[in-house]
């Protein structure tokens, strides 16, 4: 959430533009966000991103830290 509020204080505040890496950042909530229709009031809208934003890198995470745990298990044998 943090990245977030800085990014929006950066564009609100200070240039009209995206930071850069903003969207490699924020593609697993843009993701999450695609497969619904822009008339979505906003506090799901709102759901929906921080959801897809928090499991999106929690699956990334997860799957990193299987791969390294199966790497380990392999490579001793």
């Known amino acids: ?21 903003y969207e490699v950042i924020a593609a697993p909530a843009m993701f999450a966000l695609s497969f619904f229709s822009e008339e979505t009031y906003f506090i799901p809208k ?12 929690f699956f990334v995470v997860l799957i990193v830290m299987l791969v390294h745990k199966y790497q380990k298990r392999f490579l001793k044998s």
């Open 46 to 57: 709102m759901v929906i991103l921080l959801f897809g934003q928090f499991l999106g890198y």
């Open 1 to 21: 959430m943090g990245i977030g509020f800085i990014a929006f204080l950066y564009n609100y505040y200070m240039v009209p533009s995206t930071l850069f890496g």
